[in-house]
């Protein structure tokens, strides 16, 4: 049973440069349509396949090639290490939201369903959308929108719910949109709440520290003239990416040697971004931001 279409697959296998008897890892397995392509091009190689999304277990594969690791992708290398791995030749990440948590109603990841406020992506966890928007306060919740959804209003929205709540608790997808009605835009709406979704996502996930964590790590796990191939979806995740590939620190802080040569330890290998084509595009709408970018180890 699958439920997601793997955006960009010929690309990213392009991308991966698969040695057949090479270690591969895809840190995002969702429904393995990425997975499954690579075991195509392995003969005595192996794949380790993570997502902290306990659903992905529906989608395992049974190949002896295969591992899964049900764990969040921020201690990879650590998992790696417990298995006896020690570097690979290569890391695909696809950063978005799989179909299937978008769609799932009860995960409430979707302003298009009345829901609870959950957003987890590992519903183990104790923090959830539900308890961030009942418990912070309005610089927090501002800070949020601003930073990880570009809410231009975000201190109005903070104040909203702040507001709402002295009467009232959020406990679901139709509470929030009902507290910040006055701040959402009337022709506008479904961006403005897709903005306020993905930020309250990002927060609740620790997005942008895992994929920091994650990206530092592959310095030390991708052997020299292996592959780093990343797929995000907001422009916060592209410039990390984008930074970290160019300089080798997600500030993108670019040092040199006294020959004026770039110290990195990665090459970029593709100059411009690449994006899904139109014809992806129609056939899989949530393709559309997906921007992917390739570097090898020096």
Known sequence: ????????????????????????????????????????????????????????????????????????????????????????????????????????????????????????????????????????DAERLAKIFWLYG???????????????????????TADLKKAIEKSTPKFSEYKFWAKIFQAIRIAVNEEMDVLEEMLLQTTKIIKPGGRLVIMSYHSLEDRMVKNFIRSGNLEGKVEQDMYGNIIAPFVAENRKVIVPSEEEIKENNRARSAKLRIASRK
Do not use: W
């Not at 104040?159 to 709540?165: A, P």
């Open 1 to 136: 049973m699958t439920y997601h279409n793997p955006v960009l697959l010929a690309e990213c296998i392009e991308a991966l440069n698969i040695r057949p008897n090479g270690i591969y890892v895809d840190l995002t397995f969702g429904s393995g349509g990425h997975s499954r392509e690579i075991l195509k091009h392995l003969t005595t190689g192996k794949l380790i396949g993570f997502d902290q999304d306990t659903d992905s277990k529906v989608n395992l594969i049974d190949d002896e090639r295969f591992l899964f690791v049900n764990e969040n992708f921020r201690f990879f290398r650590n998992f790696l290490k417990h298995n006896g791995i020690e570097a690979v030749d290569g890391v695909l990440a696809d950063l978005g939201v799989s179909s299937h948590q978008i769609d799932c109603a009860e995960r409430g990841f979707s302003f298009m369903h009345d829901a609870n406020l959950d957003m987890r992506m590992d519903t183990t966890s104790a923090f959830s959308a539900e308890v961030l928007l009942n418990t912070y």
């Open 150 to 172: 570009e809410v231009e209003n975000s201190r109005n929205v903070a104040r909203q719910i702040i507001q709402f709540r002295e009467f009232n608790e959020l406990k679901t």
